[in-house]
């Protein structure tokens, strides 16, 4: 039997990079994947005659920029394209359009509140100074601060310098900052609503808080510290879909000599005298390696595909309690036509932009007091985005695809399990949302893939859906994440590791998780380091 160096569980776009740099450093890597199709969440798919939908994951920031060069992606195929603007809708129709150029967003926010565009390049200038003290960290394994080894202390004492940079009032404010909610935090800056809901709706995305729930401002900048063509906090769609970074990662991984199995589910990682050697397949296959990478979320790999009797105490237990609570929902919608909506001008900006059908603040936390209650809200939060509108490849000419991204959505209803009945009624409550300011959008929809976290997790093996596989809360970030002591991707049984967001620096498409693993691995295994620095060129 074969026994390869390296078998990554799930091709993911994080186990992909894991895997390519492995491969880059001269191993004889394998991933293994139990669907028909690479990418996990990060895929583009064909399930209605000519039209390509992003079907989980939609658009890309925290995409690291050093990772998209050294594995040159860009002649894998990889065209990543900023948002031109965005448009924000409250309950009664009233909109606040954001633009690229500077002089344009400052007049819109001035239409509504003087005091708050005046404040804005105050709230711009804090935010952007705490994402890049964070940034810092995204490619860079989390020290032990148990430890005393000489990496781990000077790795402390780089943060501290980083930390101290900041000055002393601001230190202060940054560490208020983790323990605000998004409300809290801006109410600092601003006094107009819509203004303060158009920020806020960035620490409620994927996550089980609300925007008056202390915590979620580190989700607001969580969603702000990534870049596209290093511009800090902007976002971008990919030509092709999101499964396009997934394609690039896998051929590059592809000619350093790695293989890819589809078709290949794990059922469970083989385990010899306390050391991982290879994994079982659910077909009976198994294969052996020197190490085994689980880019699947903790919660997955300790609970499900492992036997519990393998694990050192406590583990499982730890497993079992992390927390992976599913909240968003997600309904993609092919278009015959481009939709026209409410109060806002007919123009690129509109058309190649987010469109947030926020409500207003309060409209947001009843959404989530109706998660809580285990029901989703027949007035949800939905961000939309019409990638057709500057990609011909995802539509037919003159046709259109709508991605819409729901909050809140739960994976356990009150009344039962999720059935299609209750899908297609999740699925209603949005189109109906949508309809309020786009007259005419019902009949232009052509077909709609509705997926709340049931189908999440059943199809991409997203425990309840969790988009970030475990929330972004501040007991499971850095030196937490996934547990205390087992930050640093190598997991409690030699020989095994862990790739996927689960692990520093967290969820959304950043490859960081998977080069971070690579890295470690590389370490142990003494081999070359394979995996680029950050190197802040926008900074």
């Known amino acids: 039997m074969k026994q390869y160096d390296a078998i990554v569980i799930g091709a993911g776009h994080n186990g992909l990079t894991n895997a390519a740099y492995l491969a880059k450093a001269g191993l004889d890597v394998v991933v293994v994947e139990k669907n028909d199709y690479i990418g996990g969440a990060a895929v583009s798919r064909e399930l209605h005659e000519g039209w390509t939908y992003s079907n989980c994951s939609y658009v890309c920031s925290l995409m690291r920029q050093a990772i998209h060069r050294d594995l040159n992606l860009s002649r894998h195929g990889l065209i990543l394209v900023p948002y031109l603007g965005s448009v924000n809708y409250d ?40 994402a890049r003290l964070i940034r810092k960290t995204l490619l860079r394994t989390p020290p032990d601060p148990t430890s005393f080894r000489r990496r781990d202390i000077h790795e402390l004492l780089f943060l501290a310098k980083q930390f101290w940079s900041l000055g002393e009032k601001e230190i202060y404010e940054y560490v208020r900052f983790f323990t605000l909610s998004a409300v809290d935090f801006l109410e600092d800056y601003f006094e107009n609503e819509l203004i303060k ?9 994927g996550t089980a808080l609300g925007v008056y729930s202390p915590g979620s401002s580190y989700i607001l900048l969580h969603h702000v510290m990534g870049d596209v063509d290093g511009s800090i906090g902007a976002w971008g769609l990919a030509r092709g879909g999101m499964g396009a970074i997934s394609k690039a990662i896998a051929s590059a991984f592809q000619s350093f000599g790695g293989e890819i199995r589809t078709n290949a589910g794990v059922a469970q990682i083989l385990v010899e005298g306390g050391k991982a050697v290879g994994v079982a397949l659910e077909n009976g296959d198994e294969i052996r390696a020197r190490v085994v990478v689980s880019n699947l979320d903790a919660k997955r790999t300790f609970t499900q595909i492992m036997d519990k009797n393998d694990l050192p105490p406590g583990i499982y237990d730890r497993a079992k309690n992390f927390k992976i609570r599913g909240s968003s929902g997600k309904v993609n919608i092919a278009l015959s036509a481009l939709p026209k909506f409410s109060n806002v001008p007919d123009n690129a900006y509109v058309n190649r932009g987010g469109l947030e059908f926020t409500g207003s603040l309060e409209t947001m936390e009843r959404a989530y007091d109706c998660w809580k209650h285990g029901r989703f809200s027949d007035d949800p939060y939905i961000e939309g985005v019409i990638p057709s509108a500057w990609d011909p490849t995802v539509a037919p000419p003159g046709k259109h695809w709508m991605s819409n991204f729901i909050q809140y959505c739960p994976s356990q209803l009150a009344d039962g399990p999720w059935t299609p009945e209750k899908r297609d009624q999740f699925g209603q409550t949005v189109i109906d949302k949508i309809a309020r300011y786009s007259p005419g959008f019902k009949d232009l929809i052509v077909h709609m893939e509705v997926r709340t976290p049931h189908e999440i997790e059943q199809e991409i093996g997203l425990t309840e859906g969790n988009i970030f596989q475990g929330e972004l809360t501040i007991d ?12 640093q991707y190598r997991m409690p049984l030699k020989q095994m590791y862990m790739c996927g967001s689960s692990t520093h620096p967290g969820g959304g498409v950043s490859s960081a998780c998977g080069a971070n693993a690579a890295r470690e691995i590389l370490i142990d295994l003494k081999r070359p380091n394979s995996v680029p620095e950050d190197d802040f060129y926008d900074e």
Request: hydrophobic content about 35%; aromatic content about 14%.
């Open 91 to 130: 309950d009664v129709g009233n909109t606040l359009i954001g633009y690229n150029s500077e002089e344009a967003a400052y007049l819109e926010l001035k239409r509504h509140s003087k005091h708050d565009a005046d404040s804005m390049s105050h709230f711009e200038a804090d935010l952007t100074r705490y």
């Open 197 to 205: 809901q158009s920020k806020a709706s960035s620490g409620i995305i």
């Open 476 to 487: 499971q970030l850095f030196f937490n994440r996934p547990f205390p002591g087992y930050a």
